[in-house]
């Protein structure tokens, strides 16, 4: 099953449930850089970055990248590339609000949803 998917996608997928978001990040970048029309490899991308900038205290950037990453999966509803983009859109768009939330009250104490990719086909 995991044989369909090129190895840079699994091996983002795996980094980024290990929390290395940075490291993430940087297995899709060569492939996106190689096929900028990949608007999906762009907002794993985007998602990471999100996270990346939400642990280090920039929301600014981690609610706005949140919420590009949603707008650019938009076109992958409902499953894409054995992700549910749905469920996925649900979380961006609750981690979005929590960073915007934190960005107004940095004292407050949010937290973000857990953010997981899960292949399910």
Same mark, same amino acid.
């Given at each position: 099953?995991?044989?369909?998917?090129?190895?840079?996608?699994?091996?983002?997928?795996?980094?980024? +449930?290990?929390?290395?978001?940075?490291? /993430?990040?940087?297995?899709?970048?060569?492939?996106? /850089?190689?096929?900028?029309?990949?608007?999906?490899?762009?907002?794993?991308?985007?998602?990471?970055?999100?996270?990346?900038?939400?642990?280090?205290? /920039?929301?600014?950037? /981690?609610? +706005?990248?949140?919420?590009?990453?949603?707008?650019?999966?938009?076109?992958?509803?409902?499953?894409?590339?054995?992700?549910?983009?749905?469920?996925?859109?649900?979380?961006?768009?609750?981690?979005?609000?929590?960073?915007?939330?934190?960005?107004?009250?940095?004292?407050?104490?949010?937290?973000?949803?857990?953010?997981?990719?899960?292949?399910?086909?």
């Amino acid at each position: 099953m995991w044989g369909q998917y090129p190895p840079e996608y699994l091996e983002f997928i795996r980094l980024f +449930n290990e929390g290395r978001y940075f490291e /993430s990040h940087e297995a899709l970048t060569e492939a996106w /850089s190689n096929n900028r029309a990949n608007r999906f490899y762009k907002a794993l991308i985007q998602l990471a970055g999100a996270l990346q900038h939400w642990e280090e205290a /920039s929301y600014y950037w /981690s609610e +706005n990248l949140f919420r590009g990453a949603r707008d650019l999966l938009m076109a992958y509803r409902p499953h894409h590339a054995g992700l549910d983009i749905d469920e996925l859109i649900r979380v961006l768009e609750t981690c979005a609000d929590v960073a915007r939330a934190k960005r107004n009250d940095r004292e407050g104490d949010y937290k973000l949803p857990p953010v997981t990719l899960k292949l399910t086909q």
